[in-house]
């Protein structure tokens, strides 16, 4: 290969992209985006608020006071005295706020059971909970029947249930509904969807975009009977679609970890993940652009991978056929291995290291025979014009 007429056509494409603003513009807005997603979190180095430690635990809010709450604060006996892992908080109701003759719950709190006795005996146990820490509930339920059941010898229990207040700073409207996107892991899911959405239109829809176009007006077909081989076209096409994926996924990373920037054995560990995923996505285009003779199927082509492989990873948790097919795919070890790394601070080392070799080497493998057989079908028909 010639490295001048590879710098030449790389240069090429880049005037293509220079040409056209919306590309650049669609760069921009995805690392908007990944911006938009950090400007909730607190900087680094400034401590996060507080949590109010009145809302940690379960309450257990009484009305009558028989003995029975007092023995079980004490520990009382037996199984009676294993409490729940989590805190337990005793409250009377006549230190609690009340609404309409109901308990008026602080905004935040997750967990409570009200204990109440009737005129007739039945001590009803009403569950409080947002849906969020049903488990929670669950448990500090039991551990009160088990407790009432040694203290009084035979109880009648009736249960209900109903929510607690959503606190005033959590967004439950909207297309999300409930879905909190505050902690790490779930910001971390996100920002590997955003880094694979660069990727993707870096490597795959502006290289299938450029190509077909290329194609259906026989430039290709003019290049490749020039000096310039169909290697070196190829080479050219993916150096500079590499260095573009390479400059965006590098700044929405830098934004979506600004710890990492200045850490270089971080980008060492980042740097297999995001070329064996640009990899993959290259040999898609290819194989699109060599499959199709004019842009605008070629634009098709693209927009059914991208919907086939959301309905695999939809489908393959009930279905163990895609689930076999996912496992086959390097977008899966691809998004994986995002994940593990832009999660890597609140999660176990050893867990993300693991992570890590196992989708970085199944990536590799399954990219670079994927772009093998790419670079033969180009080779063989994907240069020729229509």
Known sequence: ??????????????????????????????????????????????????????????????WEDDGFIPWLRKGGDGAAAKKPRHPV????????????????YPPGLNCAIEWRLLDDGVRPVTLVGNGSDEVRVAETSRWLLTAALQFYGKVEVAESSRRLPVPPDRRTGGLLGGIDLSGPQAQAMVGAMLLFSV????????????????????????????????GEILAAKYLFHLALSAVASATMVCILKPAYAGQGGWWLLWLPVWLFNSIGLLAVATLVAASARTQTAASLFGFCYLMGVGIVFALSKNFPAFGWVRSVMFENYGFLT?????????????????????????????????????????????????
């Open 199 to 230: 990727q993707f239109f870096a490597c795959c829809a502006l290289f299938v975009s450029f190509t077909s176009h290329e194609r259906e007006r026989g430039i290709l077909q003019a290049l490749a009977l020039t000096t310039a081989s169909v």
């Open 1 to 62: 290969m010639n490295l001048q007429r590879i710098r030449v056509l790389a240069g090429k494409e880049f005037a293509r992209l220079l040409r056209n603003p919306p590309a650049l513009m669609a760069v921009g807005l995805l690392i908007l985006m990944a911006f938009l997603l950090t400007i909730d979190n607190p900087p680094s180095g400034r401590p996060a608020a507080k949590a109010d430690p009145r809302l940690a635990g379960c309450w257990i809010v009484y």
């Open 89 to 104: 908080r005793f409250v009377p109701v006549d230190r609690a706020p009340l609404h309409d003759g109901r308990v008026a």
């Open 338 to 386: 995002h994940h593990a790394l832009l999660g890597a601070g609140s999660t176990d080392g050893r867990g993300v290291a693991a992570v890590l070799l196992w989708g970085t080497l199944h990536s590799a493998v399954l990219a670079t025979l994927l772009l093998a057989v790419a670079v033969w079908i180009f080779r063989r028909r994907g240069w020729r014009a229509a």
